[in-house]
């Protein structure tokens, strides 16, 4: 229930719009931009806390609140962008997505990065 939540609420915060002149790197931009504006926000054991972009990535911070298995999620997560109607043109536009997750030092746990490489088609 909670991964389904977690799933729902990053796909819907990373929903971008579709105008095609802008390049990635503005289109990642205003992405963070949006996000970050909205921080910092509780996903059930997650709480993202940061949103910046570097060139055409758009890289999301979140802060673990207890051991939640990461690598699972992502694939959840990776399947739910590659699906999107919104999300997938910003794939195929060259947006990816950095997904960082911190553990209870603020140390690194997990890195992840969501690119249209990871969707099957």
């Given at each position: ?106 140390k690194v746990e997990s890195l992840n990065v969501i690119s249209l490489a990871?969707?099957?088609?």
């Amino acid at each position: 229930m909670l991964r389904t939540t977690v799933i729902i609420f990053v796909s819907v915060m990373l929903n971008g719009c579709q105008i095609s002149p802008i390049k990635s790197n503005g289109l990642a931009d205003y992405r963070a931009t949006v996000i970050s504006s909205q921080l910092p926000q509780e996903l059930g054991p997650l709480t993202l806390v940061d949103a910046k972009s570097k060139s055409n990535i758009v890289t999301l911070v979140f802060v673990k609140k207890k051991t939640l298995n990461m690598d699972s999620l992502v694939e959840k997560i990776v399947v739910s962008f590659c699906g999107n109607i919104e999300i997938r043109p910003l794939l195929e536009s060259g947006i990816s997505y950095r997904i960082i997750t911190l553990g209870k030092n603020e140390k690194v746990e997990s890195l992840n990065v969501i690119s249209l490489a990871k969707c099957s088609n």
